[in-house]
């Protein structure tokens, strides 16, 4: 069983227990978060609205942390033009915890027969190049 859950823009395929780095969290260390789920997969797959509502993915905050340092270099040949900046992400490390789904086992509901309701309003005919003649209309030359 597994689920896909979108937090600080990105997304993930998470398992319980699994650990992973994502962006920065407004939660204190040794809180509890939930995760918003995109995609639930047990024996059946669940990734619509309705079925996703019932889907709670809970993960413990481990420790903020920094990513690696990132160096920006600028160049512009000719013109002496050199930068070099660096940038370092906030992270936090997070475990899963729990992926449950409200009901354990849902039986499949049968999709219901939609029965299509007819125009009332008339849309108005396409224009037509003088060289073709209406569809439906056949044209019969008499001889006399």
Known sequence: ????????????????????????????????VALEPILYRS???????????????????????RGEKLRVFKFKPKRGYKRRTGHR???????????????AKRAKAAPAKATRAKRTDTAP??????RAPKEGKATVKDGS
């Open 125 to 130: 005919e396409p224009k037509r190049s003088a």
């Open 1 to 32: 069983m597994y689920a896909i859950v979108k937090t600080g823009g990105k997304q993930y395929r998470v398992e319980r227990g699994q650990r992973l780095l994502i962006e920065r969290l407004p939660a204190e260390e040794g809180s509890d």
């Open 89 to 103: 992400q906030d992270l936090t490390q997070i475990e899963v915890t729990e992926i449950t789904a409200g009901g």
């Open 43 to 65: 024996e059946e797959a669940v990734f619509d609205k309705a079925g996703l509502a019932d889907v709670t993915v809970t993960a413990k905050v481990l420790a903020h942390v």
